[in-house]
C-alpha cells in the first residue's frame, strides 16, 4: 500500500502564495511520476502540474509562470509553490503519484483565493 499524506491548502487573498507538499509512504519501489491535479466545483479534475522521475516538468497552461513543481526524491515529497493566486485557481488540489505501474491519489487539499 502507498499513502499520500497533503499539507499546506488553505485561505489566501488574490495576489498571495501557498505552498501545497505532499509526502509519499508505504510499499515504495520506484516513483516514475509525481503531480498535482485540482477540481473546482462543478468542474472535471484538470492536471495542474507533473514532475517525472528524471525531473521533467509540465504545467497547465493557466498556472505556467505562477506556480512550479518540484521534488525531493530522498524524502519522496513533491511540493507545488503557487505564487499570483488567482480566485479561479479556487480548487481542492489532489496529490497524484505514479509508483510503477499503479497511480495513486491523495484525499485532496482546499485551496481558496478569496478577498
Known amino acids: 500500500q502507498v499513502q499520500l499524506v497533503e499539507s499546506g491548502g488553505g485561505l489566501v487573498q488574490p495576489g498571495g502564495s501557498l505552498r501545497l507538499s505532499c509526502a509519499a509512504s508505504g510499499r515504495i519501489f520506484s516513483i516514475s511520476r509525481m503531480g498535482w491535479y485540482r477540481q473546482a466545483p462543478g468542474n472535471a479534475r484538470e492536471l495542474v502540474a507533473n514532475?517525472?522521475?528524471?525531473?521533467?516538468?509540465n504545467y497547465a497552461d493557466s498556472v505556467k509562470g505562477r506556480f512550479t513543481i518540484s521534488r525531493d526524491n530522498a524524502k519522496n515529497t513533491v511540493y507545488l509553490q503557487m505564487n499570483s493566486l488567482k480566485p479561479e485557481d479556487t480548487a481542492v488540489y489532489y496529490c497524484?503519484?505514479?509508483?510503477?505501474?499503479?497511480?495513486?491519489w491523495g484525499t485532496g487539499t482546499l485551496v481558496t483565493v478569496s478577498s
Open positions: 514532475i517525472f522521475s528524471g525531473g521533467a516538468t
Open positions: 497524484n503519484v505514479v509508483v510503477t505501474p499503479r497511480e495513486h
